[in-house]
C-alpha cells in the first residue's frame, strides 16, 4: 500500500510525512464542516490527522460511514464536500477537498510538490 498526501489548501505544500529524508513534518490542520479540528505534528501518510482518518471523515461529511465508502467517493464521480487540511488552524476553504500530490508525500524524483517549501523544514 502506498502512502496518501495532499497539498495544503492555504499555502499548497506538500504535506510529506516523517519518512523523507532531511524533511522533518510540519502542522497539518484538518478541519470538517462542522468546525472540529484534528492536529496532526508528525504525519506518518496513511491519511490519519490527529488521530482521525481523512476518508472516514469524508465518508461522515457526506452521510456515510465508513473508511472505504470515503474512499469511494473521493475517487468516484459525483461531487461531495470533503475535508479541509491546512497549516493555519483557523482557516476554512470550500469543502471541495485539498488538491493530490503526485508524489504520495515521499516520493519527491522531480520536487513539483516542494516549489512551495522553505529550506528549513
Known amino acids: 500500500m502506498g502512502f496518501f498526501s495532499w497539498k495544503t489548501q492555504d499555502t499548497n505544500r506538500s504535506i510529506h510525512n516523517r519518512y523523507v529524508n532531511n524533511r522533518k513534518p510540519f502542522t497539518v490542520y484538518m478541519r470538517d464542516d462542522k468546525g472540529n479540528v484534528w492536529r496532526e505534528d508528525d504525519y506518518e501518510g496513511y491519511g490519519?490527522?490527529?488521530g482521525k482518518d481523512y476518508y472516514?471523515?469524508?465518508a461522515e461529511m457526506n452521510g456515510w460511514a465508513s473508511r472505504e465508502d470515503g474512499i469511494n467517493?473521493?475517487?468516484g464521480e459525483v461531487p461531495f464536500k470533503a475535508?479541509?487540511?491546512t497549516e493555519?488552524?483557523?482557516w476554512t476553504y470550500n469543502w471541495r477537498?485539498?488538491?493530490d500530490?503526485?508524489?504520495q508525500g515521499y516520493f519527491y524524483d522531480d520536487y513539483d510538490c516542494w516549489e512551495d517549501d522553505d529550506?528549513?523544514?
Open 83 to 85: 475535508p479541509n487540511l
Open 56 to 58: 472516514e471523515l469524508l
Open 119 to 121: 529550506e528549513e523544514n
Open 101 to 103: 500530490c503526485p508524489d
Open 97 to 99: 477537498g485539498p488538491e
Open 48 to 50: 490519519v490527522f490527529g
Open 88 to 90: 493555519r488552524e483557523d
Open 73 to 75: 467517493i473521493a475517487f
